[in-house]
């Protein structure tokens, strides 16, 4: 971008912001405010031939932006470098970078050094990687030192991931081998299972061997080994085809023992057998429960006259109602009088304390014989409310 310098007229490349916010160029500049070693020299003496420019703060911004976080990027850069060295870079990334010179603030005040980062780092953020110019570090002993107290965790994780991806992909590559020849065993083995099931379809499977009543009911009486071999009487694949059956095994553990038919005699109860049960039988008592009567209530019938001084309890006992929802102006008399001339019992009636003057309950007294008169739902108005009083 050409600019114009205010003080001798020249519109080139050369003319930049300086000192004041003045447009200078490099004679003027140097005239007005002389040179420096921040300066740098010329801008020749900046960038090399080959378009290489020589920075370590740059070189460093550059390389660890993308590693580091912006908070701790600045902090390492404003301890390592001065406000002069600074605010030179900060010149020479937005002469190289930036296209408008309004962008370029000049910092005052106690946080210059910090601000003059941010305006660095932002700018290079917003620069494509192609358009950034090759920055080096000719003194390396210039760059901040980092340890792992300044490492960004969320670039370790993605570099995690990516080397888990690739050990995954070796896993893969050299079990592959393995899983081919495990397939391929599996179907020979399959291959062979299914021709051992064809011949054992075309062999004609034994009978069964029956073993006569008698010879067991002999092999009972002796006492077997507690653990002894499951016989089979089906013939299996394994089974040797001249092995014995299941007589020749007991005839070899009852060696001694006949195989002799039980005769009538055996099978009929001795008389000894007899006389035993017998005998047993005797040793026990048979102990049955009676069933006791109780004797039957005795009620009395003597009459007393009224003066006597025990009486017994009236045979009918009185039978209590509790009816509601009438009006509150309804007395007891009024409904004494109800019950006579509908139902022609004469009752007892006392009116009940409510909960609210809204409505009127009453409590009834009669016998149990006038009950079911009282409860007929007929001889009451509708919404009247009757139900036995406990």
Request: aromatic letters at 6%; hydrophobic letters at 35%.
């Amino acid at each position: 971008m050409t600019l114009s310098c205010e003080d001798c007229g020249e519109y080139s490349s050369r003319v930049r912001l300086c000192q004041g916010d003045m447009h200078l160029c490099n004679g003027c500049n140097k005239k007005r405010f002389g040179g420096s070693k921040e300066d740098g020299g010329s801008e020749r003496s900046r960038i090399t031939n080959s378009g290489v420019v020589i920075n370590e703060l740059l070189c460093f911004i550059v390389n660890k932006m993308d590693v580091l976080t912006t908070d701790m990027l600045v902090k390492l850069c404003c301890d390592q470098f001065s406000d002069g060295e600074v605010e030179y870079a900060k010149r020479t990334v937005f002469e190289l970078c930036c296209n408008d010179p309004g962008r370029l603030i000049k910092r005052q005040g106690q946080n210059k050094r910090f601000n003059n980062m941010m305006d660095m780092v932002k700018l290079l953020h917003e620069v494509d990687n192609e358009d950034l110019p090759c920055f080096v570090a000719k003194d390396l002993a210039k760059l901040p030192p980092i340890d792992t107290t300044h490492i960004d965790v969320s670039t370790l994780m993605v570099e995690l991931k990516s080397l888990r991806r690739e050990v995954a992909q070796m896993k893969d590559i050299a079990v592959r081998p393995e899983v081919t020849d495990f397939a391929n065993e599996l179907g020979l083995l399959r291959k062979e299972i299914s021709a051992v099931k064809s011949c054992v379809d075309g062999l004609k499977k034994p009978e069964k061997v029956h073993v006569e009543s008698d010879v067991i009911s002999q092999v009972a009486r002796y006492e077997l080994p507690a653990v002894c071999e499951p016989l089979d009487f089906h013939c299996s694949l394994n089974k040797d085809p001249h092995t014995s059956s299941y007589a020749d095994v007991v005839q070899s553990r009852a060696p001694a023992v006949k195989a002799k038919r039980p005769s009538q005699s055996d099978r009929l109860p001795t008389k000894a057998s007899k006389n035993l049960s017998v005998n047993r039988e005797e040793e026990f008592t048979v102990v049955s429960r009676r069933s006791k009567r109780r004797p039957p209530p005795v009620i009395g019938t003597a009459k007393f006259s009224e003066e006597s001084t025990i009486k017994a309890v009236r045979s009918h006992p009185p039978f209590k109602f509790f009816i509601t929802r009438f009006a509150p102006t309804t007395t007891p008399e009024a409904i004494i009088s109800f019950i006579k001339n509908r139902c022609q019992v004469i009752v007892k009636c006392e009116q009940l304390k409510t909960k609210y003057d809204t409505y009127a309950s009453f409590l009834i007294e009669t016998t149990r014989e006038f009950a079911d008169k009282i409860r007929d739902p007929a001889i009451w108005p509708t919404g009247i409310l009757v139900r036995r009083y406990y």
